[in-house]
């Protein structure tokens, strides 16, 4: 028994001693830094699935592992005993930034700069002062450090609720990863100041509402002071990387481990109070169009307009770009998880939560270019930045109401056989519109309401089309069974019926009797009657089971009961 103590007192002194080694070793190279950027090599892929709940991959080529980790993340890290190398950042001029501080200056246009924080602030203001009828300028949220979660809306009524897609591009949550960053801020001049002149920004804006948000993480982005982008740094202001600190399908709410910070329940609260149809997140450190999902294996149901749309997106770039611009992994493309796992990011939040399209680009390998380099990567993408904001518009569209009052419906739009993993929309009140992009195929699509009997309809889609259908959904409540202003009473019997059913009512008050299916619509019964005929029955051997409506055509009026087949 005493040898057997004295083994456990070893092994423990041991674990303290390396504990207290990894520790000295942890403050130390953390000593000036809050997180740190390094690479591994691991044996086996399914090697991931650990790691990526400790650190935050940043890329993976082949069996070497590119992350960042803070201090707390570091030190489960090392415990895993991966032999790695720390990766010393580029080192850049100051002159290489090309630091903008003055908004008035003549070479803005050129956009080969970085702003400061306050020319950054008052250019995402000025935008609204120079185009007051299309765009407004705000901040969704002050942080606790001054700076603003900033926005652009644009659109050609930009205070009033149309029937249009609402559309997201979102850039830098990573705060070192700010090619984005400029690119979205050169979109915003480039749609605002062609609205005039150019037919197709002219179609873009009159339909649909953008929003723009070009740095997701200011905090990051501004992280050695206002007046610089040098030291920006991956996580926010409390070493948290907001691209892992969203609920997760898989995950749960904080896969991270983290609170959710105050960019990330800012951001939820804008995606609960605004329906975007689709929407793209800006990265850096590689060049692919990275799609759903993520988290897990699984594909998503929209797997091959996801293709679609990633493959238009990277094939647009590449005749004007340089060679090997955009074509990492599958040519430019990737599904998420094929290329890393990773737990808590927005795509995904966006994608299962919010039955948002949003996808990952990562624009450049380089995650702050010199800034006179920054031109190139605008003249590269903004065609397909163009063309995916058009994505939003083809496919499924329409508005659906109530059938008697016409009163718009939040209704959850499902394709039979297709969607899963959150997929299926919902049509938005007040409108009661929904937009459903997806590739081109043959569709059964149901719509459904709480109160309300659902509707299939069959729809045939192409690519690049648009079909349009407004659907009536009837209340449960418009199940007339007492008919209150006619002379006579209807009897319907037996309800439900099998085989027949018999039909009574007043003579002289009854001329017609149509019966249809709901959720298609298709009418399977009409007689007219004579004046002297109180009562009908009807062979249902043929009819489907379900529900159905006859409808009573009077003299006076009309009357609607529910019929059940079973």
């Known amino acids: 028994m005493k040898s057997k103590i004295f083994s456990i007192f070893i092994a423990l002194f041991i674990s303290c001693s390396l504990s207290a080694q990894y520790s000295d070793y942890v403050n130390k190279i953390f000593k000036n830094k809050t997180e740190i950027h390094f690479k591994f090599n691991i044996n086996s892929r399914t090697e991931i699935s650990r790691i990526t709940r400790i650190i935050s991959i940043d890329n993976v080529k082949d069996m070497e592992v590119f992350a960042y980790a803070n201090k707390e993340e570091f030190s489960k890290f090392i415990e895993l005993g991966y032999d790695f190398q720390f990766i010393e950042e580029s080192s850049f001029k100051s002159s290489d930034y090309n630091m903008l501080d003055n908004l008035n200056a003549k070479n803005i246009l050129a956009w080969d700069f970085y702003p400061t924080y306050s020319v950054y602030d008052s250019l995402m203001n000025r935008f609204q002062i120079n185009y007051p009828n299309l765009c407004r300028s705000f901040s969704i949220k002050t942080l606790a ?141 590689a060049e692919v169009c990275n799609y759903p999902f993520d988290t897990w294996a699984q594909l998503a149901a929209d797997d091959n307009w996801w293709n679609y749309v990633c493959r238009e997106y990277a094939d647009t770039v590449h005749p004007f770009a340089v060679s090997g611009y955009l074509d990492d992994l599958d040519n430019g493309i990737t599904n998420g998880y094929a290329w890393y796992q990773a737990i808590g990011g927005r795509q995904d939040y966006m994608n299962y939560f919010k039955h948002c399209r949003e996808f990952t680009l990562e624009i450049s390998n380089t995650k702050k270019p010199t800034a006179s380099t920054l031109p190139n990567y605008w003249n590269y993408n903004y065609r397909s930045l163009l063309n995916y904001i058009e994505q939003c518009h083809y496919g499924l569209r329409g508005i659906v109401t109530d059938s008697i009052t016409g009163q718009p419906l939040k209704a959850k739009i499902f394709i039979q056989n297709h969607d899963a993993d959150s997929s299926h929309i919902y049509s938005v009140l007040p409108l009661g519109n929904y937009f459903r992009p997806i590739y081109a195929g043959n569709y059964n699509v149901t719509y459904s309401a709480n109160g309300y009997y659902p509707k299939t309809i069959n729809v045939s889609i192409l690519n690049k089309n648009t079909i349009v259908k407004n659907i009536q959904l009837v209340s449960v409540s418009n199940d007339i069974a007492e008919v209150r202003n006619s002379k006579d009473a209807i009897k319907i019997y037996p309800n439900p019926a099998k085989t027949k059913v018999c039909l009574e009512f007043g003579k002289n008050s009854i001329y017609k009797i149509l019966i249809i299916k709901d959720i298609y619509g298709k009418e399977v019964f009409r007689k007219s009657l004579t004046t002297e005929i109180g009562k009908i029955e009807i062979n249902t051997t043929n009819f489907v089971k379900g529900i159905y409506f006859i409808n009573f055509e009077g003299n006076e009026s009309n009357f609607v009961n529910k019929l059940i087949i079973q």
Do not use: C
């Open 145 to 285: 450090s001054g700076r603003k979660l900033l926005f652009v809306k644009i659109s050609d009524n930009p205070d009033s609720i149309e029937n249009e897609p609402k559309f997201l591009y979102s850039s830098s949550m990573h705060g070192d990863e700010l090619t984005g960053a400029i690119l979205m801020l050169r979109l915003i001049d480039y749609l605002l100041s062609n609205y005039s002149t150019n037919p197709r920004i002219v179609n873009l804006i009159n339909n649909t509402e953008i929003w723009i948000n070009p740095m997701a993480n200011p905090n990051g982005t501004y992280a050695s002071g206002n007046s610089t982008v040098a030291g920006a740094t991956r996580y926010n202001g409390n070493s948290v990387d907001l691209n892992r600190n969203y609920p997760d399908p898989q995950g749960g709410q904080h896969p991270d481990g983290n609170n959710w910070q105050e960019e990330t329940m800012a951001f939820m609260a804008l995606a609960d109070s605004i329906q975007f149809t689709m929407a793209a997140n800006f990265h850096g450190g």
